[in-house]
């Protein structure tokens, strides 16, 4: 794993604590020092055969799994947000063998926070897991997690990629046990792979829940560790997921009708539905366990958002939904820091597709799904903003840490006409 130079000294106070006792961005920056690295520890985690097999998921912390924004800011933060809201995603971030471009990835997310506008300041960063390589285990969150965001000044919530559950033999951690520590702790603590940084641990729900913000709701689920495709819900992990899913989108379908959810629902999964990785799989079980829940309550989210293949990708799926001719985005952001990005499959000694361009077999469902733009050699992370009527995604890719972010891509979907309008970079 990588080991800073940096001795890092007592914990230190946020610069904006919050009154229930959460510390996010260290009061002063600090220059990134990631030169040194402890190649016996990588080349010994490279060598370990990992279990792949499904793992049952952890107990809830609080049932139903669901909590607000509310929980973790103040009030006096959350004030800006009365029109509109922004934040930040991003997927497999941890930066093991080569730390250079999370940290590159996590100082361009920082500088979005010098707005001159509040209300366009990110209020959190929801991560879609793969926090930490190979294995999800505690040694790995100060190099992966804590020093890499010690100047992010705002929540970071996650749900977990396959890497951050998979254990292997001999292992005496359970399978998640470190993210429940990191993510899911009773209260605000200060872990002790904190070392010397001030973010304290977050409280969520469980490993799969869902996150009330203003003008957007997030129902973040748990795919478990294969590498080849990500499970909801089955014989050996149980159907409690899939029902919290179906639960919650029918309490989003409800809520919508008396006006209490205005703005963008969203599906946050690490496995996407949808890919063209060079060296990741799509995952119809992923996309059967959603749709199945969508046609059981009628009810469907307005986005999909998805880590584990390391590169951008957009995806429109065309729905029927009632009457209503949808179009529904399907983004894969698995490009926040691991080393190892990915370019898209297509056949040697021919060029890469150009985009857009439709998939021969559609959805595999009968539905026409395009690739709308994609990115496999470039770092990034997504800037999103909600508001009531309109949900607006940008990828910014990063480069070097001289020239600020660029936005490669951007879509805009209109909520109440499930239309999509974009622009690609090509």
């Known amino acids: 794993m990588p080991s800073k130079k940096r001795t890092p000294g007592p914990a230190t106070p946020s610069s904006s604590p919050s009154p229930s006792g959460f510390s996010f961005a260290d009061p002063h920056a600090t220059p990134d020092n ?15 055969q990992a279990s792949q097999v499904l793992q049952p998921i952890p107990a ?49 997310m920082v500088e979005d926070f010098s707005h001159p506008d509040a209300a366009a300041r990110p209020a959190f960063f ?32 996650a749900i977990p990629g396959n890497h951050d559950a998979v254990v292997y033999s001999g292992e005496p951690a359970a399978s998640l046990e470190a993210f429940q520590k990191h993510f899911c702790s009773p ?8 070392q010397g940084t001030a973010r304290t641990t977050m409280t969520q729900p ?15 689920l748990y795919s478990n560790t294969a590498e080849a495709g990500g499970v909801i819900a089955g014989p050996t992990v149980g159907q409690a997921q899939l029902q919290f899913l179906t639960s919650q989108l029918q309490q989003a379908g409800a809520d919508r009708k008396k006006g209490a959810l205005q703005g963008a629902l969203l599906i946050a999964v690490h496995h996407p539905p949808f890919t063209g990785s060079a060296q990741h799989n799509p995952s119809p079980e992923v996309l059967t366990a959603l749709d199945s829940a969508c046609k059981q309550t009628g009810v469907h989210p307005d986005a999909v958002f998805s880590g584990h293949a390391h590169l951008y990708e957009r995806y429109t799926r065309y729905l029927k939904i009632g009457n209503a001719a949808w179009q529904v985005p399907y983004v894969v952001a698995g490009n926040g ?21 439709d998939s021969s077999n559609g959805d595999g469902k009968g539905n026409r799904l395009t690739l709308e733009n994609y990115f496999g050699s470039t770092f990034g992370f997504l800037r999103l903003t909600a508001a009531a009527t309109v949900l607006s995604c940008e990828f910014v890719g990063v480069t070097n840490s001289e020239a600020p972010g660029q936005t490669l891509d951007r879509f805009s979907l209109d909520l109440a006409t499930h239309q999509l309008t974009g622009f690609r970079q090509q």
């Open 34 to 48: 990631y030169t040194s690295f402890s190649s016996s520890d990588v080349k010994a985690d490279t060598a370990v």
């Open 60 to 108: 809830l912390k609080k049932d139903p799994p669901v909590m607000s924004l509310a929980d973790v800011l103040p009030s006096s933060a959350l004030k800006p947000y009365s029109k509109f809201l922004t934040f930040h995603m991003a997927g497999d971030t941890g930066g093991v063998k080569n730390a250079a471009n999370q940290f590159l990835v996590a100082d361009k």
């Open 126 to 157: 929801y991560h879609l897991g793969d926090v930490v390589y190979y294995f999800g285990q505690d040694k790995y969150y100060y190099d992966q997690f804590y020093d890499p965001y010690r100047d992010y000044p705002a929540p970071i919530l």
């Open 187 to 194: 209260a605000p603590t200060h872990a002790d792979e904190a």
């Open 206 to 220: 469980g490993v799969y829940f869902t996150l009330n913000s203003p003008f957007v709701r997030i129902i973040g």
């Open 337 to 357: 820091g691991y080393p190892n990005l990915a370019g898209l499959k297509h056949n040697p000694g021919t060029p890469a597709p150009r985009t857009p361009v």
